[in-house]
C-alpha cells in the first residue's frame, strides 16, 4: 500500500523530538512534519480542557498540511486528550504513555519509579494502568521545572542536574530497579540520570514502541511512503535555535506562530 503523505507529531515543544527520532529511525523513507508548541510548554501543569483545546489544535494544523497519521509526541496530551481526539477527528492516532506494563513485567524488587509531569500522573488513564500492576511499588515522581529547563536549552545544567538528585534519591532508596520516564522530553536527560542512579537501575522510556506501532499502523491501514528520498519538516513557536540545537542542525527549523 503505497501513501506519500507525511506522518504529523506534536508536543508541548522540543521533547517529542525523541519519539520522532525513533520513528525517523525505523521509517527513514516517511515524510514527517513535527510541531513543538513550545509557546505553551509545559502542558503538564495545564488544566485537562486547557490540554485538549492545544491537541485540538494542534492536530488540525497538522490535518490542513496533510497528514495521514498523527503522532501524539507528548504523554500528557495522550493521557488527557487521546479519546478525544480520536471521536473527534478521521485519522490514526499513536498516543505515548509511560512504559509501566515493560517494567513491572521485569522488575526483580516489584519496585518500579516513573519520573513524568503533573498532567500525566493525575490523569484518569495513567490511574487505571497503575492499577493492573497491583503487586508492584510504583513511586510517582513528578518532575517539576524539567520540561521547562530543557525547553530553554539547560540541560546539561547544574540546576537540572540538583532537580534531577532530589527527585531520583527517594526512588534509589526504596530500591527502584527501574525507572519510566513518563514524559517526551526527558530522554535528553538520561546522560545525567545515569550519573545518579546505581548501574542495575534500568532505564526505559517510550519511543521504540511507538516507532514500531507507527509503523504497524502504516503497514495495515494507511500505507508507506513510496519516494526514496524524505522531507523532515519542523514547526516551532518558541526559540527555534533550540530545536535546532537537539537536531544537531542537520534539519531545518521553521519559526510559525500557531
Request: charged letters at 20%.
Given at each position: ?19 520522532w527520532?525513533e520513528?525517523h ?5 516517511e515524510d514527517t512534519i513535527?510541531?513543538?508548541d513550545?509557546?505553551?510548554a ?7 480542557k ?5 491537541s ?7 490535518l490542513?498540511?496533510g497528514?495521514k ?6 504523554n500528557t496530551?495522550?493521557t ?6 480520536r ?5 490514526p ?7 509501566i ?7 526483580k ?5 516513573i519520573l513524568a509531569?503533573?498532567g500525566t500522573l493525575?490523569?484518569?488513564?495513567f490511574h ?5 500492576y ?5 513511586i510517582e515522581q ?5 520540561v521547562?529547563?530543557?525547553e ?9 542536574n540538583e532537580?534531577?538528585i ?5 526512588m534509589i532508596?526504596?530500591n ?9 522530553h526527558?530522554?535528553?536527560l ?7 542512579l546505581?548501574k542495575?537501575i534500568?532505564?526505559?522510556?517510550s519511543g ?15 500505507g508507506?511512503?513510496s519516494n526514496?528520498?524524505?522531507?523532515q519538516?519542523?514547526f516551532?513557536?518558541?526559540n527555534?535555535?533550540v530545536?535546532k540545537?537537539i537536531?544537531?542542525?542537520?534539519y531545518?527549523v ?5
Amino acid at each position: 500500500m503505497i501513501n506519500n503523505a507525511p506522518i504529523g507529531l506534536f508536543d508541548s515543544g522540543i521533547g517529542g523530538t525523541s519519539i520522532w527520532k525513533e520513528i525517523h529511525q525505523l521509517l527513514p523513507n516517511e515524510d514527517t512534519i513535527y510541531l513543538a508548541d513550545s509557546k505553551n510548554a509545559p502542558y503538564g501543569i495545564k488544566s485537562k480542557k486547557e490540554i485538549q483545546k492545544l491537541s485540538f489544535k494542534n492536530t488540525e494544523l497538522l490535518l490542513e498540511m496533510g497528514c495521514k497519521l498523527i503522532v501524539v509526541a507528548c504523554n500528557t496530551a495522550t493521557t488527557n486528550a487521546i479519546k478525544e481526539l480520536r471521536a473527534k477527528f478521521d485519522v490514526p492516532f499513536i498516543g505515548i504513555e509511560p512504559a509501566i506494563k515493560p517494567a513491572a513485567n521485569k522488575s526483580k524488587t516489584n519496585c518500579i519509579g516513573i519520573l513524568a509531569t503533573k498532567g500525566t500522573l493525575n490523569s484518569t488513564l495513567f490511574h487505571k494502568a497503575v492499577l493492573n500492576y497491583p503487586n508492584t511499588k510504583i513511586i510517582e515522581q513528578i518532575g517539576f521545572g524539567l520540561v521547562q529547563l530543557i525547553e530553554n536549552g539547560k540541560i546539561e545544567s547544574k540546576e537540572t542536574n540538583e532537580l534531577l538528585i532530589e527527585y531520583l534519591h527517594p526512588m534509589i532508596e526504596a530500591n527502584i530497579d527501574y525507572l519510566v520516564l513518563g514524559c517526551s522530553h526527558y530522554p535528553y536527560l538520561i546522560s545525567q540520570i545515569k550519573k545518579i542512579l546505581p548501574k542495575g537501575i534500568k532505564i526505559i522510556d517510550s519511543g521504540e514502541a511507538v516507532a514500531r506501532q507507527t509503523e504497524k499502523i502504516l503497514q495495515g491501514k494507511i500505507g508507506f511512503n513510496s519516494n526514496l528520498k524524505s522531507n523532515q519538516v519542523f514547526f516551532t513557536n518558541g526559540n527555534p535555535e533550540v530545536l535546532k540545537s537537539i537536531l544537531k542542525n542537520k534539519y531545518n527549523v521553521i519559526y510559525k506562530e500557531f
